[in-house]
C-alpha cells in the first residue's frame, strides 16, 4: 500500500504541473468552444464508437439540453433529431447517437442526502444509478475533430453575500455540463495513473449517498462503473490502458459551463484563458471552476471523469481464444461520469485521505506533526464511528461556504502531495476535524 500510495503522489504533482502551463488551451462559452485542455485518451477502433455513461450524486436534477444552431470551428453542431439520425445512405458528417441520450437524470433521493429534512441515516439508495448511451462518428462527408453533447443541472443552489452587510441569501441557477470529444490529439502525451485515486474516492463518497453492496441492493452496475475487475491487477491494467494501438485515438473531457458574467466571456475577444482546476490524466480527471471564473452555481459542481480505453479489432482470427487478446472484437471503450457537488467531493477526499497510508508514506513523513496528529484524528473518528463518521464529516462541510469548501479541497490536495501547508491551512484542517468531533458528541479527543 505505501508505494501505490507514493507512486501517486510523486507522479499527479508533475502531471498537474505540465499541463498548467498549456495556456493556449482555452475554455470558453458553448458556441465558442475550441479544443479541451483536460484530455483522456480513448480509442475510437473501427466502429468509431464509444460507450458513455454518467451518474448524478448531486441534489439536483439533470436535463438534456438540445443544443440551439451553432458551429463548433466551422463545423454545426447535430441536433437531437440528427443524433437519433440512422440513414446511412447520405453522405454524412457528424456524431450521432444511434439509442439516443438520457433525458433526465434524476437527483439523488432527499433521505441519502446529509441535512435534508427527509435524511435518514439508515436509508439504502437503489434509486441512484448511471445512465447509458453510445456515440458513433459518421466521416463519409469529411473527418469530425470535434463535438459535444450537453445536460443542465436544474435548480443549483447557491448563496450570494452582500459586501457591505455581510448578510447572505440563497439563489437558485441552472447549470449546463458538457460532455466534450476531440480526435485531435493533446500537445502533451498523456499517461495513465490517475484512475485508481479517483476511483477510490468515488467509492467513499458513494457511500456517502447510501449507495452500498448489500442483498435488498446488488448493484449489478457498481463494480463496472468502478472499475474493481480491472483494478484487482493493477499492474496488468497499466500496461494494457499504455498498450501500443494504432486505432483512431480520441479525447474526451467533461466539465460545468462558466457563468455568462465571469471573465471567460467578458475578455474573450482579448485572447484570455481560463480553465477549472483540475488533476489531469489520460485515464482520469476532475474539473471544478474557482468562484471567480465559474460563477458561483458552476463552481459548486465537480464533474470527474474516467476512462476505460478501447482495443483495435484485430482483422484475423490468428489470436481468438487467448484472454488476454481481444481478438477481432476488440475492446469498445468506456467513458464513465460522474457529476457531485463540491461539498461531496471535499467530504470524499478528506475521508479516504484519513482512511489512506499516507501516515506510512515518505509524504506523511514531510507533514507537521500537528497536521499528522489531525489526520489520525479524523481517521480514528470515522473508523469508529462508521457511517455516522462519514455522515458528520460532510455535514460539517456543507456547512462551510463555497469559498471555505474551496480552501478545504486546496489544503487536502497539498497534503496529499507532501506539499507544506500554511499557518491558515493548518488551522483550518484543524478546525475541521474538531467540527467533526463535536457533531459526533466526543468531547474528547479519541
Given at each position: 500500500m505505501k508505494r501505490r500510495f507514493t507512486r501517486y503522489v510523486l507522479l499527479a504533482c508533475p502531471l498537474l504541473l505540465v499541463v498548467a502551463a498549456r495556456g493556449q488551451t482555452s475554455y470558453y462559452p458553448a458556441n465558442q468552444l475550441t479544443?479541451?485542455?483536460?484530455?483522456?485518451?480513448?480509442?475510437?477502433?473501427?466502429?468509431?464508437?464509444?460507450?458513455v455513461q454518467i451518474l448524478n450524486l448531486t441534489p439536483y436534477d439533470i436535463q438534456y439540453t438540445p443544443p440551439a444552431p451553432y458551429s463548433v470551428d466551422g463545423v454545426p453542431v447535430a441536433s437531437?433529431?440528427?443524433?437519433?439520425?440512422?440513414?446511412?445512405w447520405l453522405t454524412k458528417s457528424f456524431m450521432f447517437a444511434p439509442v439516443g441520450v438520457p433525458n433526465y437524470l434524476p437527483r439523488v433521493p432527499p433521505e441519502a442526502i446529509v441535512g435534508d429534512p427527509s435524511?435518514?441515516?439508515?436509508?439504502i439508495n437503489t434509486v441512484t444509478h448511471p445512465y447509458s448511451m453510445l456515440f458513433a462518428w459518421d466521416d463519409d462527408g469529411g473527418f469530425v475533430s470535434r463535438?459535444?453533447?450537453?445536460?443542465?443541472?436544474?435548480?443549483?443552489?447557491?448563496?450570494?453575500?452582500?459586501?457591505?452587510?455581510?448578510?447572505?441569501?440563497?439563489?437558485?441557477?441552472?447549470?449546463?455540463?458538457?460532455?466534450?470529444?476531440s480526435r485531435i490529439a493533446p500537445v502533451v502525451t498523456p499517461k495513465s495513473e490517475f484512475l485508481a485515486v479517483l476511483?477510490?474516492?468515488l467509492k467513499t463518497i458513494l457511500s456517502m449517498v447510501k449507495i452500498a453492496k448489500s442483498p435488498l441492493n446488488p448493484l449489478t452496475w457498481y463494480s463496472a462503473f468502478t472499475t474493481e475487475k480491472e483494478l484487482a491487477n493493477q499492474a496488468e491494467f497499466l500496461a494494457r490502458q499504455m498498450a501500443v494501438d494504432e486505432a483512431g485515438k480520441m479525447y474526451v473531457t467533461a466539465y460545468a459551463v462558466p457563468d455568462m458574467t465571469t471573465d471567460c466571456y467578458s475578455k474573450n475577444s482579448t485572447g484570455y484563458t481560463c480553465a477549472p482546476s483540475a488533476a489531469?490524466?489520460?485515464?482520469?480527471?476532475?474539473a471544478q471552476w474557482s468562484d471567480s471564473l465559474g460563477g458561483p452555481a458552476a463552481s459548486d459542481l465537480m464533474v470527474t471523469t474516467h476512462v476505460l480505453r478501447g482495443r483495435m479489432a484485430y482483422e484475423t482470427w490468428s489470436t481468438f481464444g487467448d484472454p488476454d487478446d481481444p481478438g477481432r472484437l476488440g475492446w469498445l471503450p468506456i467513458v464513465m461520469i460522474t457529476i457531485m457537488t463540491g461539498d461531496q467531493y471535499v467530504a470524499g477526499q478528506s475521508a479516504t485521505l484519513a482512511q489512506s497510508d499516507i501516515l506510512e508514506?515518505?509524504?506523511?513523513?514531510?507533514?507537521?506533526?500537528?497536521?499528522?496528529a489531525n489526520i489520525e484524528q479524523l481517521r480514528k473518528l470515522l473508523e469508529k464511528h462508521g457511517s455516522a463518521g462519514l455522515d458528520a464529516l460532510w455535514s460539517v462541510v456543507r456547512q462551510r461556504t463555497a469559498g471555505e469548501r474551496w480552501f478545504l479541497r486546496e489544503l487536502v490536495l497539498a497534503m496529499a502531495r507532501g506539499n507544506p501547508l500554511s499557518n491558515e491551512q493548518r488551522q483550518?484542517?484543524?478546525?475541521?476535524?474538531?467540527?467533526?468531533?463535536?457533531?459526533?458528541?466526543?468531547k474528547e479527543e479519541v
Open positions: 479544443n479541451p485542455g483536460v484530455d483522456l485518451l480513448t480509442y475510437s477502433g473501427k466502429a468509431k464508437s464509444i460507450v437531437l433529431k440528427d443524433m437519433v439520425d440512422k440513414n446511412r435524511y435518514r441515516p439508515d436509508y463535438s459535444s453533447v450537453f445536460w443542465t443541472v436544474k435548480d443549483v443552489k447557491y448563496s450570494v453575500c452582500s459586501p457591505t452587510t455581510g448578510t447572505c441569501t440563497w439563489q437558485i441557477a441552472d447549470v449546463p455540463v458538457g460532455l466534450f470529444m476511483v477510490g474516492q489531469y490524466a489520460d485515464d482520469a480527471t476532475y508514506s515518505d509524504v506523511g513523513a514531510l507533514l507537521t506533526p500537528d497536521v499528522r483550518a484542517f484543524h478546525r475541521l476535524v474538531v467540527d467533526v468531533r463535536l457533531a459526533l458528541n466526543e
